[in-house]
């Protein structure tokens, strides 16, 4: 197995690291994950998708990156809640490991990583969903996420069938560094 290094991208990306991000998406929608968007996306879609996420986030977003010799193989962002009164709060979106790279504890790595730079970042909350019965929901639970309910019928798959959502939430403890 290749090792994997886990880092942090900013609002710019270097153009090979946008087309592994594309390529990444364009991975996770053809292999029907849940992951907002629908079945016949393009690579320059996704690669467009991509830079207008890097371009419009704010500074406390966080967007993490697995990369192995062979490229971005994992992504998680972490998006700071609009709302003034919820400076605490972030929400977990986009954990994505390419089919090439799943099981060797990626996903894990990431939202580890993920976590660890939201306590730093003075986050104490943190939300996500993902579709009912996938993996991510074993990983999720494993990890201390407490699930709050599901919704039925809330997003469509990739393949236009509709899926019901669970949604989660983790209390973090503030690095005191």
């Not at 990444?24 to 207008?52: C, I, K, M, P």
């Not at 966080?62 to 972030?90: C, F, K, M, Y």
């Not at 996500?128 to 999720?140: A, Q």
């Amino acid at each position: 197995m290749q090792p994997v290094t886990i880092e942090r991208i900013g609002t710019t990306a270097a153009p090979a690291d946008l087309r592994d991000l594309a390529n990444l998406l364009v991975d996770a929608v053809d292999s029907n994950a849940g992951v907002s968007f629908l079945g016949g996306l393009t690579e320059g879609e996704a690669e467009a998708w991509w830079r207008s996420v890097l371009a419009s986030s704010s500074e406390r977003a966080i967007i993490l990156i697995a990369r192995d010799a062979e490229g971005i193989v994992g992504t998680v962002t972490l998006q700071p809640s609009w709302a003034p009164n919820q400076p605490h709060r972030a929400d977990v979106g986009k954990l994505i490991v390419h089919r090439r790279a799943r099981r060797r504890g990626i996903a894990r790595a990431l939202m580890h990583a993920l976590e660890q730079a939201a306590s730093a970042g003075g986050f104490t909350l943190l939300l996500l969903d993902t579709r009912k019965g996938d993996h991510p929901e074993r990983l999720y639970a494993s990890m201390g996420w407490v699930r709050v309910g599901e919704v039925p019928g809330f997003a469509l798959n990739p393949d236009g069938t509709l899926c019901d959502t669970v949604f989660y939430y983790k209390e973090l403890v503030r690095d005191r560094e």
